[in-house]
């Protein structure tokens, strides 16, 4: 409800900025778009690459497999069966989350439950390995202590929590 | 890690199918082309726009009240940090309104930026200290106002109400940030 105006409060709000502030809105909004269209077929090689492995794992029944293996720690989690792969990949491969959540939308639905989960998770944390190989490669630390194992921590913690709260509250 | 992954998915994949499921690779080849193509060509559009949108953020200095909202937390967040290298609290701000704004190609210099100011002032320099820890860690919530992409993808995908993850998404960054920083500090003692 609040966010079907939460939207387009937003770029009302973003527009009358700009022209109070005197910015040419249409040529910088063009040029935001070919930096999009950028974007996209940057990462388009990625999710083919990413989805193929995903189709010919899940395919095979190599997923079906996995999920049953670890069913005894996602049921006492109450983790979704299809939403496992999500949390395991957010914060290895950010297109490769895409690609996963892209692809638990179209088996499960948009908005089932692990639809909506997948989404949120999809939003809701940074893609943990890059941003710490990039940021402490970019300066040479190399001894980087406890920041990837509370982060990769705080990413399961917050995924259960989701997942208990959309099954009980939806 | 991610070339592993790959491999070892496509690896087992097939090891699987030939063991107990036998199918048909060249399907699979042609249908996962054409819907990721079709998944592709749809999101060139909605991006586009966002990414408009988010570029009148940028130029409009809109971006400049977020750090403004965002710098008193981020002084009590990192103590003392003003005085030892301000500029380095600069970054960091700036880099979290970049990335709340889900302007990532800007944020990634604003990080990088914080990363140099911040091992300025370390002591140990091939050693992570307290405030880069913090700063990562805050990083990795991400907390994004307009998760476009996702919301891109929902559209596409025809959902009742695209945007309707927006503020789950805010409310769970949240929760990822505050469950990382308790643990930033009880794992603190242990990481010397």
Known sequence: MISKYFIPLFILFVLIYSVFKGIKVYEVFVEGAKEGLKTVFNIAPYLLTMLFAIDVFRRSGALNGFINLLAPVTKFLNIPDGVLPMILIKPLSGSGAISVMTDIMKTYGVDSTEGLIAAIIMGSSETIFYTISLYFGSIGVKKIRHALIVALIAHFISSVIVCNFILNFL | ?192
């Open chain 2, 1 to 192: 890690m991610i070339n592993l992954i790959w491999f070892f998915m496509i690896f087992i994949g097939i090891i699987t199918s030939f063991l107990y499921n036998p199918i048909d690779f060249s399907t699979i080849i042609a249908q996962s082309a054409e819907s990721t193509v079709k998944l592709c060509i749809s999101l060139l559009g909605i991006m586009a726009i966002w990414s408009g949108i988010m570029k009148l953020c940028e130029k409009s200095g809109l971006i400049k009240i977020f750090y403004a909202v965002l710098k008193l937390p981020m002084k009590i967040l990192f103590p003392k940090l003003e005085y030892k290298n301000e500029r380095a609290l600069y970054y960091i701000v700036m880099n979290l309104a970049s990335n709340m704004l889900g302007l990532s190609n800007a944020a990634t210099p604003f990080g990088i930026k914080a990363m140099e100011e911040l091992q300025r002032i370390n002591t140990n320099k091939d050693t992570a200290s307290d405030y880069m820890v913090k700063f990562i860690i805050i990083n990795s919530a991400c907390i994004q106002l307009i998760p476009a992409t996702v919301i891109s993808i929902r559209a596409n995908l025809g959902a009742t109400s695209p945007s309707s993850i927006v503020i789950p998404t805010i409310i769970t960054s949240a929760i990822t940030l505050i469950i990382a920083l308790v643990l930033e500090k009880v794992f603190r003692r242990w990481f010397i």
